[in-house]
């Protein structure tokens, strides 16, 4: 015998006794199982972009607030990355939280807020992130009178795009 048909033989014989294996799924059902990816959004900036932090800024205030005021909550929470952070504080109460079902508390707990931004700062960060600082005044939906807030958001970069990865809000209680 050849070494070659030695191998042949070995490969048959071990092929035999191997356990046999699956089988066929029924008619109408796939063997292979899917998953689809959660959607997401993303903020975007024109290719040619002389300022990626202006331009993601003036993306994020165009949908950020004007969803919660309209209560589209969960539309904002597609915003947020894989692994994201989102905090609210209000006067010395403070709540954090890591998981998409907490952070979808956070945010309908501010659906139908007006939203008074009077100013917005955005530079570059680490990693081809964005750190915007957003402040102004707020009046929560069930609120007597307006809050003064602080908010900061960290925007990473995820495939071309940017999505949230820290969401930091400060409700001030005003001083009297």
């Known amino acids: ?12 014989s071990s092929s035999s006794s191997s356990p046999p294996g699956p089988t066929s799924p029924p008619p109408g059902f796939s063997s292979v ?9 993303h903020y975007s900036v024109p290719p040619d972009s002389i300022n990626k932090p202006v331009d993601l800024a003036k993306s994020f205030m165009e949908s950020y607030y004007p969803s919660l005021r309209e209560g589209h909550c969960e539309e904002v929470l597609l915003y947020f990355a894989t692994g994201a952070q989102k905090s609210l504080s209000v006067g010395g109460a403070h709540a954090f939280c890591n998981t998409p079902g907490d952070m979808l508390v956070q945010l309908n707990s501010l659906q139908g807020s007006a939203w008074d931004v009077r100013g917005v700062v955005a530079q570059p960060g680490l990693m081809a992130s964005v750190l915007l600082l957003v402040t102004g005044s707020v009046l929560p939906m069930k609120a007597a009178s307006p809050l003064t807030f602080c908010h900061t958001v960290s925007l990473i970069h995820v495939d071309d795009a940017y999505q949230i990865h820290n969401d930091a809000l400060v409700l001030l209680a005003d001083a009297t």
């Open 1 to 12: 015998s050849t070494p070659s048909d030695s191998v042949s033989e070995s490969a048959s």
């Open 33 to 41: 199982a899917s998953v689809s990816p959660a959607p997401s959004r």
